[in-house]
């Protein structure tokens, strides 16, 4: 006589089976890495600007205590780098020729969609959770830009006279990711050098590899 196992025994094994799942947790930052970049290329595009408009040289202070922010302290130490590499020389406050105070006016991200096509709606349903119809994209284009506004005055520190006022310096980056014929996908960006990514990339961590042949010994 042959003993079929009954739902009973159906369930347990099941149980056993999902009890022995494991499962881990990844803290997620208050920005996306994607996000980071974009403020970060931002900021030091508009660094670059700054330090070349002003071209202040000699013993330099930079003054910062009216800049607060969440990101700030990366555009602050970018400007300070691009002030450095054209000839200034950073100095305490009581020691220095001049002193440039910095102001920033932006330094964000913002988003822009366009589709051509039709967009998904959401539709509520009776005794039930909302359904939402796909979207059916010809051609749609989601852009985020990163942007940085910064502005700085240098004057002489024993004087207080004017040296030089750089007037409000812009950064921008972009990362954008087309669709087109609801098939076609890509992505451009001006975040990363051209080539560059993880190594290895993660895709490739995970492909077999030939096991190395030992090596021969020579005949004697």
């Known amino acids: 006589m042959t003993v079929r196992p009954g739902p009973a025994a159906a369930l347990l094994a099941l149980g056993l089976l999902l009890a022995g799942c494991s499962s881990s947790q990844v803290t997620t930052p208050a920005r996306t890495a994607t996000e980071q970049?974009?403020?970060s290329t931002a900021a030091?595009?508009?660094?670059?600007?700054?330090?070349?408009?002003?071209?202040?040289?000699?013993?330099?202070?930079?003054d910062s205590s009216s800049v607060e922010g969440y990101d700030n302290k990366y555009a602050i130490s970018a400007i300070r780098d691009a002030l450095l590499r054209r000839g200034a020389r950073l100095s305490a406050r009581?020691?220095?020729?001049?002193?440039?105070?910095?102001?920033?006016?932006?330094?964000?991200?913002?988003?822009?969609?366009?589709?051509?096509?039709?967009?998904?709606?959401?539709?509520p349903l009776p005794m039930a959770n909302n359904a939402s119809t796909p979207e059916i994209s010809l051609f749609k284009k989601e852009l985020t830009q990163g942007v940085a506004k910064v502005a700085g005055t240098a004057y002489d520190r024993k004087t207080g006279a004017l040296v030089?006022?750089?007037?409000?310096?812009?950064?921008?980056?972009?990362?954008a990711e087309w669709?087109?014929?609801?098939l076609l996908r890509?992505?451009?960006?001006?975040?990363?050098?051209?080539?560059?990514?993880?190594?290895?990339?993660?895709?490739?961590?995970?492909?077999?590899?030939p096991a190395a042949r030992p090596e021969r010994a020579n005949a004697e």
């Open 164 to 175: 030089a006022s750089s007037g409000p310096q812009y950064g921008f980056s972009n990362k």
């Open 186 to 209: 890509w992505e451009t960006n001006d975040l990363l050098p051209s080539g560059e990514r993880p190594q290895p990339a993660p895709w490739e961590s995970m492909e077999a590899k």
């Open 37 to 39: 970049l974009l403020i």
């Open 44 to 62: 030091d595009k508009a660094a670059e600007r700054l330090a070349e408009t002003l071209s202040v040289t000699g013993s330099v202070y930079v």
């Open 179 to 182: 669709v087109l014929l609801l």
């Open 94 to 123: 009581d020691a220095a020729d001049t002193v440039v105070e910095l102001r920033v006016g932006a330094l964000s991200v913002d988003s822009e969609n366009s589709l051509v096509g039709i967009p998904s709606i959401t539709m």
